[in-house]
């Protein structure tokens, strides 16, 4: 197998139980973390519950570790003392252990959030500006920036994959625009971990949709195909006016939903 072993943070998640199974063809030890019960250990994992806020905890979870698939952490919107002990103290636990423990790669589970305030009517790439809509979205900020820091540094390369809605299906209009169906994001995560060269790169998490709102020319080294389309889905969600709808901030910006739940909001 390609890999000793790969570390999987966030294993207990919607995507780590996913990927759990799916990225066991990739190493002999795919070892799983999560504050959260993931389990018992199957044949080919290790499993190790700890809080990525826990410093030494985290130091000894990178022990022997090749690559991260940095998935663990507050996902949706919260308070800022929550999202900075799980984000962002954690996403600095994460790579200050990775760098001690000279791994070589991250793929950083980013999100769209971190480019939210920009509209819908908006067609975005790697290099626009990043606007956040929340405080989930800038610790997603923080730990692009983090992860470039360590890049430039110490030669760690990371992909942050900025993830639009990785679900089994859209649930809503906007998610035909954000669907990123399972099979693709392991796809994704087959072209981050074995493309030969990634230094820093920030790469969309999205299927063939129909409608986008991000480019994925900076990403193009990655060589990411998408199989699946959120195409049949489209009439689940038939039209019933305008979109953007006039005065919805949820349809008006990319970041949907997200828009009420900011600390203005409460
Ligand atoms: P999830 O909320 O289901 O999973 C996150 C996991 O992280 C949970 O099992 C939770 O227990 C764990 N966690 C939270 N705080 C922790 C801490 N302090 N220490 C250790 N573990 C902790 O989220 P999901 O959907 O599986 O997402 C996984 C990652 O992908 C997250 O980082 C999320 O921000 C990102 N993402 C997901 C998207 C999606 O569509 N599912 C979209 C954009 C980003
Ligand atoms: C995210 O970043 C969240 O983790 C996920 O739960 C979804 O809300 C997704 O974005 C989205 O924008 O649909």
């Known amino acids: 197998k390609p890999f000793k072993r790969i570390l999987l943070t966030g294993a207990a998640g919607g995507l780590g139980r996913i990927l759990r199974e799916r990225i066991k063809p990739w190493a002999e030890i795919v070892r799983l973390s999560d504050i959260s019960d993931m389990g018992a250990a199957q044949a080919g994992e290790e499993v190790v519950q700890c809080d990525l806020a826990d410093k030494a ?52 589970a980013s999100s769209n959030h971190a480019v939210g305030y920009y509209k819908t009517t908006d067609y975005i790439d790697a290099n626009s500006p990043r606007r956040p809509d929340g405080m989930y979205g800038i610790s997603k900020c923080f730990g692009e920036d983090l992860s470039r820091y360590y890049y430039d540094r110490f ?85 019933s006016g305008d979109y953007p709808e006039k005065d919805d901030i949820t349809t008006i910006y990319q970041g949907g939903g997200f828009l009420l739940t900011g600390p203005q909001y409460k």
């Open 57 to 108: 905890a985290v130091h000894a979870l990178m022990e022997g570790v090749d690559v991260v698939l940095h998935f663990g952490g507050i996902s949706t919107e919260n308070n800022f003392e929550a999202i900075m002990t799980a984000n962002i103290q954690g996403t600095y636990n994460i790579y200050e252990a990775v760098h001690k423990a000279g791994v070589k790669r991250v793929v950083f």
């Open 155 to 239: 030669g760690i390369e990371t992909v942050c994959l900025r993830i639009g809605s990785s679900f089994p299906e859209p649930i809503n209009k906007r998610m035909l625009v954000t669907y990123f169906s399972y099979d693709d994001l392991v796809e994704m995560l087959r072209c981050c971990l074995f493309t030969p060269r990634v230094g820093h790169t920030i790469a969309f998490g999205m299927s063939d949709n129909p409608a986008s709102w991000w480019d994925n020319r900076y990403a193009s080294h990655l060589g990411y195909q998408a199989k699946d389309s959120s195409t049949q889905f489209t009439h689940k969600f038939p039209d």
